[in-house]
């Protein structure tokens, strides 16, 4: 993965915890990297490696770990650092979902060796939706629903998600149902 997903690992850990347990972190995941360049690929390995010393060293479940990680990359990363490319997604939460299928074209033109999950949405109603979540990568649901609250907080569109199948319980891939508050009508 892009060195941009190391370095948020980093800035959460870090922000929320200190300097010292991020070493500690590196130290215990066998990483022996100073600087992480974000355009620059390193192994999937290496930032599985790095989650797992996180749930050693911080104590936390790795699911509470995905969770505040996907929070943190919608909310600090990806507004931060790409506010353009967020805004083009939509002008509210369901628009954006909706729109999630050809975001990570648009991040590809930034990144072109992008190895993206694939997001599909079926169900849509004025006040909820099932978002398809498609990856190679195993392991991520957690951090897949932490990118929904990241992103009902990024609206201020109060929302919640359950995992109606998973992949890593034998379904084909992992759906989420997700439903918000809809916008008063006027
Ligand atoms: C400007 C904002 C964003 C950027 C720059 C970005 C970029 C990236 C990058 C670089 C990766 C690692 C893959 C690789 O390096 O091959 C990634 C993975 C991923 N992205 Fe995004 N992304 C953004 C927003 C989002 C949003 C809003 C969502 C969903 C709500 C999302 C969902 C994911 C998921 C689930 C993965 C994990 C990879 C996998 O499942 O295989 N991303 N993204």
């Known amino acids: 993965m892009y060195g941009l997903?190391?370095?948020?690992?980093?800035?959460?850990?870090?922000?929320?915890?200190?300097e010292e347990k991020w070493e500690l972190i590196k130290t215990k995941a066998g990483v022996d990297v100073d600087v992480f360049i974000s355009n620059e690929g390193y192994p999937d390995e290496l930032t599985y490696k790095l989650v797992s010393a996180a749930v050693e060293v911080l104590g936390l479940p790795a699911e509470e770990i995905l969770i505040a990680f996907g929070q943190h990359w919608v909310l600090e990363t990806a507004v931060k650092s790409y506010g353009p490319l967020m805004k083009s997604?939509?002008?509210?939460?369901?628009?954006?979902?909706?729109?999630?299928?050809?975001?990570?074209?648009?991040?590809?033109?930034?990144?072109?060796?992008l190895e993206p999950p694939r997001f599909r949405c079926t169900d849509v109603?004025?006040?909820?939706?099932?978002?398809?979540?498609?990856?190679?990568?195993?392991g991520l649901t957690a951090f897949v629903t932490g990118l929904i609250q990241g992103l009902g907080k990024?609206?201020?569109?109060?929302?919640?998600?359950?995992?109606?199948?998973?992949?890593?319980?034998g379904a084909d891939h992992d759906i989420f149902a997700i439903t918000w508050e809809s916008p008063a009508t006027s």
């Open 89 to 113: 997604g939509g002008a509210n939460l369901k628009d954006f979902l909706v729109n999630l299928p050809n975001f990570h074209t648009r991040v590809a033109m930034i990144y072109p060796n």
């Open 154 to 169: 990024l609206y201020e569109t109060p929302c919640s998600s359950t995992v109606l199948e998973r992949k890593d319980q």
């Open 125 to 138: 109603t004025d006040d909820g939706l099932h978002l398809h979540y498609h990856s190679h990568r195993p």
């Open 5 to 18: 997903v190391n370095k948020a690992v980093e800035e959460l850990v870090v922000s929320n915890f200190g």
